[in-house]
């Protein structure tokens, strides 16, 4: 599994700090993509449990999540990522294109975006999308919580 971008996101997870890994590979291809460059598989760096694990701690106490846009399609790599952020302390949190996941992967999440990009339709922030945010334990949808002046 590769990943093109690391950063500490506070918007992405309402009422969280959460550490973003960006993954290269998606086969979505939406139209209108803010990112084509990660189309590509293998572009990037690689995600070592090694570096993984010492990004963990070195957030520890600071960050509460860990926000994984992208990487469905490395399945079993995802959910050792997972399993090994909760066994850390921490909340775990999918962006994902698709509108369905595998139940092996959604047992390992907090929350979870779904639904891939339509400019027409906006991205959370908009009444009208196609996406949705959704807290995986009651399978409750918190796009409200995206929305401006809420
Ligand atoms: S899911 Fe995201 S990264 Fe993938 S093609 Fe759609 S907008 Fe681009």
Request: hydrophobic residues 35%.
């Amino acid at each position: 599994m590769y990943y093109s971008n690391l950063e500490i996101v506070f918007q992405e997870v309402p009422g969280e700090v959460s550490i973003c890994f960006t993954i290269s590979g998606c086969g979505i291809r939406c139209k209108g993509c803010h990112s084509p460059n990660l189309w590509k598989k293998g572009s990037g760096q690689l995600l070592s449990k090694s570096f993984f694990k010492t990004i963990l701690d070195k957030y520890k106490g600071m960050a509460s999540c860990v926000l994984f846009m992208g990487g469905e399609w490395h399945k079993e790599d995802l959910i050792s990522y997972l399993k090994c952020a909760q066994k850390n302390g921490y909340k775990t949190c999918l962006y994902s294109g698709e509108t369905k996941l595998d139940e092996s992967i959604l047992s390992q999440l907090t929350w979870v975006k779904t639904g891939p990009w339509i400019e027409l339709l906006g991205g959370l922030d908009s009444p009208k999308t196609n996406q949705k945010f959704i807290e995986v334990k009651t399978n409750n949808t918190l796009n409200h919580l995206f929305l401006k002046n809420y």
